[in-house]
């Protein structure tokens, strides 16, 4: 009944609708222009709501976040060119579609399958939060250091491919996230003299610079590609052989309903993300089809497998970052930078004290899916061509202004400048060297929650283990970190046996 009731007033607020509408649609066109990502976006309107009413700023973040998954399949199936980590998977059979001269049916699929997965995914968050949040009350220091373990553990091995450079990414946060003072002797710790420093480093500079500056450098390298690619897409958008039968529906219905289910386990685990939900539900459905062969060459089934659970994962990442303070993803890392910003309550006691904040953002979320899916069925052909259209030429240096005028204004400082451009020119080679910029920065937040639970623990058990040893829940969560490395290790050893047999015939 009280959710009626909160849904029932903010249909009637007038503005806080208008604010939906206007994060729903820039979340679209912001995923997809090709190369030009969601996370970035929401990076560089994360300084805007400090001047803005909390629930208006979070409900400002999270539409656009919602929004731009299923925008960036329009830059998948539409220029080859994903907006989104996990429209990677999108992009195997959204493109054959398009050249098929299908592009606005599979884009319409998209939309489809993003609304079932985003919905399903926010009933989950609805029905799951208020039993995880009373467990999570139960939860002392040693609980939470080991979730935190096994949060670093599935960033380390599970999240990247290549774990050697996850590994690394993760040691990098760490290290840049201990900078500053040390919590309990008061001694500078990695600031090699410079005053700047001693607070540690801003996360909003090193954001900015990580996840925007570093991707218009990339964009600048590569634009005479993407001028190719969307003359390209202009033709694709023109076809006309895109009318979305009966047959089509039902073919996408059983990858639908899989992709949502795979989608919101996987946004319950911290920090494995959606690009491991839509890989891992395209992987089942291709595996239960009936043609397997033709996954990869234009499968609406595929579009329908990937968008699903790629925007199921939306709502369920939200319980262990409103619970625990722990982002499941990088588009989480910003909305959790925009609570700390307004002071909002997160943690184990956050529905208790926030209930009806949660309700409003929750029905803010609904409101954005159906807007962005009725935009996306009716209109994305028209969002693409605009994007097609868009100068890069224009776009990558007023992002580049934005961000300078963004990062001075919050503090008024050119030291947070500076480490913007730093982060920069990092996060680009990063890029450059395969290593991944959104597991160093949701390393780098997690690790003071993580120094804090395991002082505090160290506190409670004067230095003994004894107190995890007698704690259920954190040593079953260290114990499934040691399973995970050794699943890893074998995985390796395996592949390495294999790859020494292949090499000796």
């Known amino acids: 009944m009280e959710i009626l009731n909160v849904f029932l007033q903010t249909l009637q607020d007038a503005e806080l609708l208008l604010l939906i509408l206007v994060a729903s649609i820039f979340g679209m066109l912001v995923g997809a222009i090709p190369g030009l990502t969601i996370s970035a976006a929401m990076a560089i309107t994360l300084p805007l709501t400090y001047y803005i009413d909390p629930l208006f700023a979070i409900a400002l973040l999270y539409v656009m976040g919602k929004a731009g998954r299923y925008g960036g399949s329009i830059a998948a199936i539409l220029f080859n060119t994903p907006g989104t980590t996990a429209s990677t998977i999108t992009q195997l059979d959204g493109y054959p579609l398009a050249q098929k001269g299908q592009a606005e049916k599979a884009l319409k699929v998209s939309a489809l399958s993003s609304v079932a997965g985003d919905l ?18 139960r939860l002392g220091p040693p609980e939470l250091f080991s979730i935190y373990l096994t949060t670093f553990t599935v960033l380390a091995l599970v999240v990247d491919k290549h774990p050697i450079n996850s590994i690394v990414c993760v040691t990098l946060g760490m290290l840049v996230s201990t900078i500053g003072l040390d919590p309990i002797s008061g001694q500078e710790r990695l600031t090699f003299g410079i005053n700047e420093l001693a607070n540690g480093i801003n ?8 996840f925007v500056i570093s991707e218009v450098l990339i964009q600048v390298e590569s634009v005479n590609v993407q001028i190719a690619a969307t003359k390209k897409a202009r033709q694709l958008v023109n076809r006309r ?50 043609k397997p062969h033709s996954w990869g060459k234009g499968q609406l089934a595929g579009v329908a497998s990937a968008e699903s659970a790629n925007n199921a994962v939306s709502g369920p990442s939200m319980i262990p970052l409103l619970t625990l303070g722990i982002p499941g993803s990088t588009m989480g890392t910003v909305l959790l930078s925009a ?3 307004h002071g909002s309550d997160f943690g184990p006691a956050f529905l208790v004290s926030s209930q009806d904040f949660f309700l409003q953002v929750f029905i803010c979320g609904v409101i954005g899916i159906l807007c962005y899916g009725a935009i996306g069925y009716f209109i994305s052909p028209y969002i693409a061509k605009f994007t097609a259209s868009t100068p890069k030429v224009i776009i990558y240096p007023a992002i580049f202004i934005t961000c300078l005028v963004s990062v001075y204004s919050l503090s008024g400082s050119s030291f947070d400048v500076l480490i913007m451009l730093l982060a920069g020119v990092s996060g680009w080679l990063m890029k450059k060297a395969q ?11 997690l690790t003071k929650g ?32 040691i399973v995970i490395v050794l699943i890893r290790c074998f995985i390796f050893l395996t592949h390495r046996r294999s790859h020494h047999e292949t090499d000796s015939l």
Do not use: H, W
């Not at 909003?204 to 990580?210: E, S, V």
């Not at 949502?260 to 089809?289: D, H, Q, W």
């Open 120 to 137: 399903f995914g926010d009933l989950v968050l609805l029905l799951c939060i208020g039993f995880l949040t009373s467990v999570a009350l």
């Open 203 to 210: 996360l909003i500079p090193l954001m900015i610079g990580i």
């Open 241 to 290: 052989n895109n009318r979305l039968t009966r047959k089509d529906i039902k073919q996408c219905a059983m990858p639908i309903c899989s992709g949502s289910l795979i989608g919101s386990i996987i946004g319950l685990l911290p920090g494995v993300g959606s690009a491991v939900a839509a890989y891992l539900s395209y992987s089942f459905s291709k595996s239960r089809s009936s």
């Open 339 to 341: 609570l700390l910003i």
């Open 435 to 445: 290593l991944s910029p959104p597991i160093f920065i949701i390393a780098f937040i």
């Open 450 to 481: 993580a120094e804090e639970s395991f002082l505090q623990t160290q506190l409670l058990s004067e230095s003994s283990i004894d107190v995890i040893l007698d704690r259920p829940i954190a040593l079953s969560f260290i114990g499934l970190s």
